[in-house]
């Protein structure tokens, strides 16, 4: 896209390829599973409090991962125009940086001390991890949201952030926000509400 320097040219498409090759086989060497225990990959599966949930290709957490991807392009607006740091070379490779924290996430997020974290204080009670098809979509999704906040002006990037927090939040009680603060900062109150769903 001209004019933007956070959109990513041929070799960080291609250093984005790498990575999210690279997070798959890493999830393989973990011994995560491929694709659901049940033995298909569904487009979507609504029903949070399953063992499909996290498995398929989208479930009511695909938004928070959306919206990683708008909160990223953010990330790198602030680093790279508003601020000018690192650079106006480095700013093309914003989408590659993003995937990479993105990745790094998805890892850790299924070793076992997170899966048991995640267990032990928010509404998960029978999480497992995720596959690594849900894995993979979970970063396809993170690039989506970059990709929509390069094109879309700031306010819609917003909006969009607002919506699928509320929508969430209304459905299944869960969202990104209380995702993380449940994760890091446990409060029983939230846990007890989140459980009435």
């Known amino acids: 896209m001209r004019g933007n320097k956070l959109y990513p040219h041929r070799r960080a498409w291609i250093a984005t390829l790498v990575l999210v090759v690279l997070a798959v086989a890493i999830l393989f060497a973990m011994d995560r599973p491929p694709i659901c225990t049940c033995g298909e990959v569904k487009l979507w599966h609504g029903v949070v409090e399953s063992e499909g949930n996290s498995q398929h290709l989208t479930d009511w957490y695909s938004p928070s991962h959306f919206i990683h991807g708008l909160i990223m392009y953010f990330l790198a607006w602030l680093l790279w125009r508003k601020w000018k740091l690192f650079g106006e070379r480095l700013a093309r490779w914003a989408l590659p940086i993003a995937v990479l924290v993105e990745a790094a996430w998805e890892i ?90």
Do not use: C, H, K
């Not at 002006?153 to 607002?162: D, E, K, N, Q, R």
């Open 108 to 197: 850790v997020e299924n070793t076992p001390m997170v899966i048991d974290r995640y267990r032990a204080v928010t509404v998960s009670w029978g999480y497992s991890g995720d596959s690594i098809v849900n894995s993979a979509a979970d970063i396809g999704w993170m690039i989506a949201g970059f990709l929509v906040a390069a094109r879309v002006p700031v306010l819609l990037s917003v909006a969009l952030t607002i919506g699928f927090e509320l929508l969430t939040l209304w459905v299944i009680r869960d969202n990104l926000t209380l995702n993380v603060v449940m994760l890091f900062w446990p409060i029983e109150a939230i846990r007890q509400w989140q459980g009435m769903g």
